[in-house]
Structures are given as structure tokens and as C-alpha cells.
RNA sequence: GGUCCCAUCGUCUAGCCUGGCCUAGGACGGAGCCCUCUCAAGGCUUAAACACGGGUUCAAAUCCCGUUGGGACCA
């Protein structure tokens, strides 16, 4: 058995977008199955368009997501001589020609073959005419077969046969002298060696195009498998106006690569019944016949669980270093080193279960900064009103006879203390929530004293006591 | 227009290859209930799909043909 070799060739022409990551993701997970090699290539020939930041964005993409590459990132611009070499191996073997015709012409018949009902395929005009290039404006094209049929064994889709007298003769090298995309992608794919070309199903129909020119150049023709596109919540392919595209603008929202990657790759594959994978079992059981043959919409809904599910299951570490940019960007992290070790893994023990996203996190974790809290307006004329501040200085008495916090003891006063009053926990409850984080939504009430410690704890407790008695 | 691809709950999907175990399973989302100091999380329950039409067969979501509907590519 030969090494698997596959690649993922991007064009820089924008950030890297989910449908990207998600070629690039099957490829990974073939490769690192098979122990095989995961080339990077940037697909650059499009100068126009191609942009130095976006190759940028593609690296910064890839490693975000944890997909690691083993040979590249090549760009196809260093590669140029090698296209020319190779295009004039076929004009010298008679398997490729100039072509004379000017676009504008080339139009007009096409226009007048598509009026008659004719195929609008290029009518062959200079095939045979042995023309040569002295001008230097010719265009070079591949003179395909035209007849018989080539077969695609795709790797998703089965065996799919395509009619050769219905194929063009492609052009291979502009009048520019520049190389087309199916040109090039061929003399790379053959010289990179690629076993199993895996790409969109957008290039389905590049197929049969490609494989007479890996023939006619005298290269093994590699596996091919095309994978079904992602659409958005309206079945059109996915784009800007269904939100966010680029993978790093997941990042930016909170969410986190290892279930990024999760719910690429169940997006169009699946185990079973199974929906949560680890990277290492997603190697194991990846297998190209569950890869779905449709179309799959893209759900952010479903994303976000996902993600929740991470950030529950996850080692808390982890998170808790993920969370860390985050807060720095809220201007929280000197509370954070100030702290003692273990503190903000306390703290997210302590909301990981609300949080669907690092974002959503940081505005858990923010009660939890600072020696005072902050109230939310509406929670405390609610709850801090001078009806409730007798029994919120009887529990602050209780607690300060206690002379350390213990969740347990804590408690027990603090229930105690409800039923002498004859109160119901939550009439008491809501007010202490308040005080002790401005808010009226919360982890458990001793959860948080306990993160807070017992001097915040009561100097909170004072500072809503006086709050209400003024309210 | 030509060529090709695709078609199971709103969405992701299992089942299809090797027909019967499918009165079609799971997940997200929705609805309801339980738990409960709030918010979550969790648990339970529930609505919701084989695009359509023919055929083959004792039997079809599963095989074959067609229709319709989506999509890609070539320009």
C-alpha cells in the first residue's frame, strides 16, 4: 500500500470560511487515520484576487482548529515554471495546441451555436491547424478525447461516468501565459503525488476534465471524493448574508475549536447515533462511506449546544485558558492574578453550566470581580427594599459570629434563620442573590459565597443591607 | 441551454449497499411536566419526516423507471 498523501488548497482570496474548514478538517482525518501526509497548498494563480493577509488568515485558521499540516504551505505562484514546462510536454507530444481564437470571438459563436440549438462547446477551429504561438497571444489548449467515457469512482458518490464527446478542449495556458485553475491543480496534484483528491462538490464536473490531462502527462490519476456543499438556513450555498462565515469570527464569539470541529464534521458524517466525538475517536471511526451524498444547512443552533456541551465536558483548565483573551479584553485579568492558582477554575466550576459560549462566560464571571458588587437597578429596588433589611442584618449577624466560611455550616444558618422567621427560602434567597452579586440570576447562593470568600461575602452583604435601608 | 449531482421530522442525521426486526430511531430546536433559593443544567413526556407516480416482490424508506423540485459546473 502506497502512503496517503491529500491535500487542502484554499484560494487566498478572504478569510478562511466553515466551508473550507470543513474540506480541510475530512482531509485531516483521513490523513491522520491512515497515518498518511496533509499538504497545505495555496491556490494563489488568481493574482487579482489572491491577497498576502488572506494567507495570513489561512494559517491562523488551520492552527486555530488544531488541524496541523506536514508538508507546505506551497503557493502555486513560486510554482509557475513548472505549469509552462509541463504545458509545452503536452504541445510537444502533440496532446495540447494554440489556439488563435479571441475571446470576443469564441463569444459570438457560442452565441450563434446556442441560437441554432447546437452544443456551445468550442467547435474544435484550430485543433488541427498546427498553429504556433509567434505572436504571443495565443491561448494553449488541451485537446481532450472525444470519444468514449471516463469514469469517476468518487470516494462519496460511487461510480459516475461522464460522455467524452460532450468535453471541451480546455484551455490550459491563458494568452497571458498564465495557467487555469484545472491545469494547474493537475500538474500539482500529480507532482505533490496526492492519493485521494477530496475537494467541494462544486468541482465535481472539474473531474473528467482533469483526469485526461493527468493521463496525457503520464501520471498516475489519484482517488477523487467530492464533498456536499453547506448551505444556509434558506438552502443557498452559504454565504455572508447567513452571518458569520469566517472560522475566526468563532473564536471571536466564544466559541471553542475542539467542538467547531465536532459540528463540521458531523455536518455531513456521522456514527451512528453518536453526536459527541473526541479529536482522537473522530480518527478511529471517520470513514468516507458515512459521509453523506447532500447538501448539508448550516445550524447555528445546534452549534451553540455543541459548544455548551464542550465547555461543560471539557478539562477545566482548558477553558479556563481559553477565557483568558476574554478577559483580558473586559479588562479583568489583574482581579485574575491577584487571585490565588485555582481561582478562575473555581470560578468556572461555578458557571460552566450556564455559559453557552466563552462570551456569555465572561459576563457570568463578572460579579465575581471587585470588592463591591454592582447592582442591576431593577433587581435592586425589587428585592433590596426596606422591608427586607431587618432580616438581612440578622443573617449578616449570624455570619459574622461564624468566624470561617464553610459551605455547610453557612447553610444551616442560613436556613436557620429562614424558619425562625417563617419565611420562604427564595423571600430571603432573591434579596442575598442581589446583594451579593447586584443580579438576580446566579450559580447556588453558597456556591457563590464561597467564591467570593467570607470578607467579600459580608461586606456585600452590609453593602445591600444599606441599600435597601435607604431604597 | 448542455452535462453532472442530490432528495427521511423545521434542521443535522440513523436505516438504504446485503428488501421483512421501521406502527421509521437519535440529536438540535419547539411544547409540557418534574427537580428547585434565582438562572441554568438535568430527568421525563410530546408534536414533527420516508418529495410524487409507476413498477419488481409474498413484502420497499430500502431495488428499477419516470416526474417534480433543489443544486453545481460550463460559459
Not at 449570624?398 to 417563617?422: C, I, N
Request: proline fraction near 5%.
Amino acid at each position: 500500500m502506497t502512503q496517503v498523501r491529500v491535500r487542502f488548497a484554499p484560494s487566498p482570496t478572504g478569510f478562511l470560511h466553515i466551508g473550507g474548514v470543513r474540506t480541510a478538517l475530512f482531509n485531516w482525518l483521513f490523513a491522520r487515520q491512515q497515518k498518511g501526509v496533509f499538504i497545505l497548498r495555496i491556490e494563489d494563480t488568481d493574482q487579482s484576487r489572491s491577497t498576502d493577509e488572506s494567507i495570513q488568515a489561512i494559517i491562523e485558521g488551520m492552527k486555530w482548529v488544531g488541524l496541523d499540516w506536514d508538508e507546505g504551505p506551497f503557493r502555486q505562484t513560486e510554482r509557475m515554471d513548472l505549469y509552462s514546462s509541463h504545458a509545452k510536454q503536452l504541445l510537444e507530444h502533440g496532446q495540447a495546441y494554440w489556439c488563435h481564437c479571441k475571446a470576443e470571438e469564441l463569444d459570438a459563436r457560442r452565441k450563434e451555436a446556442e441560437a441554432k440549438g447546437l452544443s456551445q462547446k468550442y467547435d474544435g477551429r484550430c485543433r488541427d491547424r498546427g498553429l504556433t504561438n509567434a505572436a504571443g497571444d495565443a491561448a494553449l489548449r488541451f485537446k481532450a478525447p472525444q470519444e468514449g467515457e471516463t469514469v469517476v469512482d468518487d470516494l462519496i458518490k460511487g461510480k459516475i461516468l461522464f460522455d467524452n464527446s460532450v468535453q471541451d478542449d480546455l484551455i490550459i495556458l491563458r494568452s497571458n501565459g498564465y495557467p487555469t485553475y484545472n491545469f494547474s491543480v493537475v500538474v500539482d496534484d500529480a507532482l505533490m503525488n496526492i492519493t485521494h483528491v477530496v475537494r467541494g462538490d462544486d468541482h465535481l464536473t472539474n473531474t473528467p476534465r482533469q483526469i485526461p490531462i493527468f493521463e496525457a502527462l503520464g501520471f498516475p490519476v489519484p482517488r477523487f471524493g467530492h464533498l456536499p456543499m453547506i448551505l444556509g438556513s434558506d438552502k443557498a450555498r452559504l454565504s455572508k448574508r447567513h452571518g458569520a462565515t469566517s472560522i475566526m469570527a468563532y473564536r471571536d464569539m466564544g466559541y471553542l475549536p475542539d467542538a467547531m470541529v465536532n459540528y463540521l464534521v458531523r455536518l455531513g458524517w456521522s456514527h451512528g447515533d453518536q453526536e459527541l466525538f473526541t479529536r482522537q475517536e473522530l480518527i478511529e471511526k471517520f470513514s468516507w462511506k458515512n459521509v453523506q451524498t447532500s447538501p448539508a444547512v448550516f445550524n447555528p443552533e445546534k452549534l451553540l449546544w455543541v459548544n455548551a456541551e464542550y465547555i461543560k465536558i471539557s478539562p477545566l483548565t482548558d477553558v479556563a485558558q481559553a477565557l483568558m483573551p476574554l478577559l483580558e479584553a473586559a479588562g479583568l485579568t489583574d482581579d485574575v492574578r491577584a487571585a490565588p492558582a485555582g481561582w478562575l477554575a473555581q470560578l468556572v466550576v461555578l458557571v460552566k453550566e450556564r455559559a453557552k459560549t466563552l462570551v456569555e462566560m465572561v459576563d457570568w464571571v463578572r460579579p465575581y470581580f471587585g470588592q463591591a458588587a454592582t447592582f442591576d437597578e431593577e433587581a435592586a429596588k425589587k428585592f433590596l427594599t426596606p422591608a427586607i433589611a431587618p432580616i438581612l442584618g440578622k443573617l449578616l449577624t449570624r455570619f459574622e459570629a461564624l468566624p470561617v466560611f464553610s459551605k455547610q455550616t453557612w447553610e444551616a444558618a442560613f436556613k436557620q434563620l429562614v424558619e425562625e422567621e417563617g419565611v420562604k427560602m427564595g423571600q430571603l434567597a432573591q434579596p442575598v442573590r442581589v446583594a451579593l452579586t447586584g443580579r438576580t440570576a446566579s450559580p447556588g447562593l453558597f456556591d457563590v459565597m464561597e467564591v467570593l470568600g467570607r470578607d467579600r461575602t459580608l461586606s456585600r452583604l452590609r453593602q445591600g443591607i444599606e441599600r435597601a435601608s435607604r431604597a
